[in-house]
């Protein structure tokens, strides 16, 4: 039995989530407790709504998650985990973001916590979520617009 290989289209094709390596100025990563499981440190993430590109819902799960506006490069993904849940493959395309404002209260109640890029790769609390930070950290420098153009 051959390996079948999966094209970077093919696995675009089934992403269903999206999620950010949020940024602050002074370099800090925005990491978020888990929902169900309050001591679980996790990147924000969910579901892409209907009508709504990736990283567009990357922000807004950072606004949700976080009570943080942040905004992603549109053009500069950062990579994809796939993590089955039953017979199902739930695809993640994660993206980088730079953090503009604290808008608000998390909108689901999760504690949140900036920290040195060092720790976040301790505190993290699934390898696939480390291993998307530690590629986020090696990306090429991005333009992010910071002037709340879009």
Same mark, same amino acid.
């Given at each position: $039995? ?17 999620? $950010? ?36 819902? +990357? ?10 506006? +942040?905004?992603?490069?549109? *053009? $500069? ?14 695809? *993640? ?5 730079? +953090? /503009? ?13 900036? *920290? ?12 696939? /979520? ?21």
């Amino acid at each position: $039995m051959g390996v079948k290989t999966v094209t970077e289209l093919e696995i675009k094709q089934k992403v269903t989530r999206a999620g $950010m390596c949020c940024f602050n100025y002074a370099g800090q990563v925005l990491l978020v407790s888990g929902k169900d499981k309050p001591s679980e440190w996790l990147l924000p993430k969910g579901h892409i709504e209907e009508g709504e590109e990736s990283y567009e819902a +990357a922000e807004r799960e950072v606004r949700e998650e976080a009570g943080v506006r +942040a905004l992603a490069n549109p *053009t $500069m993904p950062v990579g994809y985990t796939i993590h089955n849940q039953g017979e199902e493959a739930i695809v *993640t395309e994660w993206w980088i973001g730079l +953090a /503009q404002q604290r808008v608000a209260p998390s909108l689901e109640l999760r504690q949140i916590c900036w *920290t040195s890029q060092v720790l976040a790769l301790k505190a993290l609390t699934y390898p696939e /979520q480390r291993d998307v930070l530690r590629t986020a950290l090696c990306h090429p420098e991005i333009d992010i617009d910071t002037d709340g153009d879009r």
